[in-house]
Structure formats: C-alpha cells, structure tokens
C-alpha cells in the first residue's frame, strides 16, 4: 500500500527561483533562503519519496478565467515550466504519476469533493520556484509529481475548513493506493504578503508566527477563520495559505515538527517547515473497504457490452488524439484538415495507429482506442457524415438497417454554417 512519509510546507514566491537562477547563494541578503531550505533538502534526500502530492496555486498562467476551477489535480505524464512571461526557467519537465493521481481522483469523487482534472498544462513559479531549491534535479527529477492545483485568486475561493477536509480524503485516498508507493505531501504558499494596490507590502511577521505554531497544534483554529480573516492579518495574498491546510488534514491530529524556518526578504514572509506523524494509524479501518467505496460509482458498469466508459485512464491515453479531434472546432485548423489530411497529421504528431484510425474514418476504432463520441461528431460534420450514419458504423449496420431500429429515419449533425453548402447525407431524407 501507499505510505505518506511525511509533509513539508513552504512559501513560493518567484524570489527564491531568482535567487537560484542568478547564484545568490553567497550573497548574504539572499543567503538565508538557501540555509532555510538545507533541511527540506536533506529530509527528501533521505526520505527518497518516489511521488510528491504537490499543492500550490498558478499565477494566472495556465490557469486563466476564462474556466477557473478550485481543485484541480493533474493527471498527465508530464508536467513542463510554464513561461511567464520571458521565457520559461531552464529546468526539466516533471514526470507525473497518471495512476495514482486517477486513483487519489476516483477517491475524492467518491468522497464527494467534485475535483476538475487537468493534463497538457505547464506549472509556474508557484509549483517550480521552491521546488527547484528543494529537490535536486541535475539531469533529471529524482521522482515523481502529482500536482493539485487549488483557485485562489478568483473569489469566491474555497473555505479553510473545506481545504482541510479536503486533506483528510486525501490522506484516506494517498494510503489505499494498492501500489507500494512512498509520498510526500508538499503544501506551498503565503506566509503574509500583499502585492496588489495601495496596501501593497503589508506583513505581519507575528502573524506568520503564530500561524506556523497554530498550524502545528491546532489546524482547527485555523479553519475557523474567514478569507478576510486571513487578510487582514495576513495581507489579501496570503489568503492562499489555506492550501498549507490541505497538507495539515492529510496529517494525522498529532505531528511531529522536524523543522522550520521564517525569513522576511521583500514582500513575502518565507516560511519552511517538516512534518512527520507522530503516531503510526491507518486513515480507515479496512483498506479492502475504502476501495469498494471508491469503486462503487461504477461498480456492474463492466458488465455493460459495448459500453467504454470514457475515464481518466482513456483520457490520458487517447489525449493527443482527442486533442487533434477537437481542435476541428477551429475554423483555421478545420481548412487545414480537409486540405491536406496527412499534413494536419504530422503537425499534430499523431501516431501510424491514431492516423490509420482517423483516415480509415474506423468510427468504432477509434471508441476502443479511447477517443469520445462527442469529438468524434465534430469530425462527421467536418467531413460530412452525419450522427446515424456513425452510430450505425458503431453497431456494425448499414444506414437503413440502423434506421429501422430508430422511431423515425432523420439525419442530422452538429455542423453549422460552415459546412459549405452540401453535406454528405444529401439526397438522402432528412425530413423528421
Ligand atoms: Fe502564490
């Protein structure tokens, strides 16, 4: 089973990836940073988690408003530095854990906190900054990430006291993994800071004090606190500090605290410190039991022929292709497409297998690959082929034998009024 090795928390202001990437190491302004984190350093080199659960927020890059969510774990293989505006740090792409992160998915589901998912996102500072100072990655990481990324930057934003619930699902979801994995959880975040408007540089070096001993001994104190709360204490961005309290609902009440820190540079109280469980207790009484629980949802659904439920595991198989398939809805990729197929291929790296599938229009091959009907649509209405002619593929019939099966024979798709004129169901009847 899945082993939670202990937890460290720390600030993730850009300031410390600067300090790397100019070698400030020296410097005695900037020494302190280093020295602060000498500790986590040493604590992971010992541990050797092979996955960190990584909590922290993005600022604005990859996560933009035009769809903000507040909770989302990343599901992909592989997770690259974001750019943030004058290129992206120089440092390799993380590895993700597909299969622990769809199983820590299934639980929280199960567990009724509705969680988004993301894969094909790049990570900013508030992922890379105090990691690249932690965990040495000459040539490459020496483990795995899972990252969850939490929405604190458009109110409303989730409350403290869900934060920490959250944290204890995913402490049951982290310790009923099967697998023999070990994991470390790293909350990042805060401490008092403020870098917008006329309030800008406000701190509370008390505050961030008493916060880290609360933190320790009584995170339900902390829970009982409102954003503005933390604001006013804190300065308006320290309010992300809630994702520290995700980590601390993932420990057990009783913890051991092997390390902390607090240096206040510029703008932001940095803080790092290192937990460990005080106690050896299992989060749940039956491990056997939790996952049934987790499963339940779907549980029969197998028995169902002909029946591919579209999961995280297609979903992270099949995402280049459906990817390319649903970028058709782009009116400058979809004139590509119809003027040259193989090109369209090549630019989007399809594999010999994903291009066969698309040219051979294999509709049900392409289900059992692991592609979802509702793009595999956007390419019938591209190319001309309506709905029922696709779902007649799907069930190995003609049209007309399809048609039978249904209370009226109509033709339809979601094409609009880009299909040109002629689509390649006319002629037939397309009256209801
Ligand atoms: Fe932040």
Redesign the pocket.
């Known amino acids: 089973m899945a082993k939670i090795l202990g937890a460290i928390a720390s600030s993730?202001?850009p300031t410390i990836g600067f300090a790397i990437d100019t070698g400030k190491q020296d410097d005695p302004a900037w020494q302190p940073i280093f020295a602060a984190y000498e500790p986590v350093k040493q604590w992971l080199k010992d541990k050797r988690p092979d996955v960190l659960l990584y909590i922290?927020?993005d600022?604005v890059t990859s996560f933009f408003f035009d769809h903000y969510s507040p909770f989302s774990l990343g599901m992909g293989a592989t997770h690259p530095v974001a750019d943030e505006g004058a290129g992206a740090r120089d440092l390799p792409a993380l590895r993700g854990d597909p299969a622990l992160a769809q199983h820590i998915g299934t639980a929280l589901m199960a567990e009724e906190f509705d969680m988004s998912f993301f894969q094909d996102k790049a990570l900013d500072?508030?992922c890379f900054s105090p990691l690249s100072i932690m965990w040495p990655h000459e040539p490459d990481w020496p483990g795995r990430l899972v990252p969850l990324q939490v929405g604190?930057l458009q109110f409303p934003i989730p409350t403290a006291a869900r934060c920490f619930k959250l944290g204890q699902a995913l402490r049951r979801a982290i310790e009923s993994y099967p697998e023999d994995t070990t994991v470390a959880i790293v909350a990042?975040?805060?401490l008092s800071h403020q870098v917008h408007g006329e309030r800008a540089g406000f701190n509370n070096t008390e505050w961030d004090l008493q916060f880290l001993e609360l933190f320790e001994k009584d995170p339900e104190a902390l829970t009982r606190m409102t954003h503005a709360d933390y604001a006013r204490l804190g300065g308006w961005?320290s309010a992300?500090v809630i994702m520290w309290l995700i980590m601390r609902g993932a420990m057990p009440a009783r913890v051991r605290k092997l390390h902390q820190s607090y240096y206040l540079p510029s703008m932001t109280g940095i803080a790092t410190a290192i937990y460990e469980s005080e106690v050896e207790e299992a989060p749940y009484q039956h491990a056997a039991e939790y996952l049934e629980f987790c499963r339940h949802q779907l549980a029969g659904a197998e028995a169902l022929s002909g029946t591919h439920p579209f999961t995280h595991q297609r979903s992270v198989k099949a995402y280049r292709l459906n990817k390319f398939l649903h970028s058709l809805i782009y009116p400058e990729q979809r004139a590509r497409f119809r003027a040259d197929e193989e090109a369209a291929f090549s630019a989007a790296e399809l594999s010999e297998e994903e291009r066969r599938l698309v040219r051979n229009r294999d509709w049900l091959g392409l289900i059992h690959y692991g592609v979802i009907f509702f793009v595999l649509e956007k390419l019938g209405a591209v190319v001309g082929i309506s709905n029922p002619h696709i779902y007649a593929a799907f069930r190995g019939e003609t049209l007309e034998e399809f048609q039978k099966s249904r209370n009226a024979a109509v033709l339809y798709s979601v094409a609009g009024k880009d299909a040109v004129g002629k689509l390649g169901w006319d002629g037939d009847s397309n009256a209801p």
Do not use: I, L, M, S
């Open positions: 993730h202001t922290f927020n600022h500072h508030g604190v990042t975040g805060g961005e992300e």
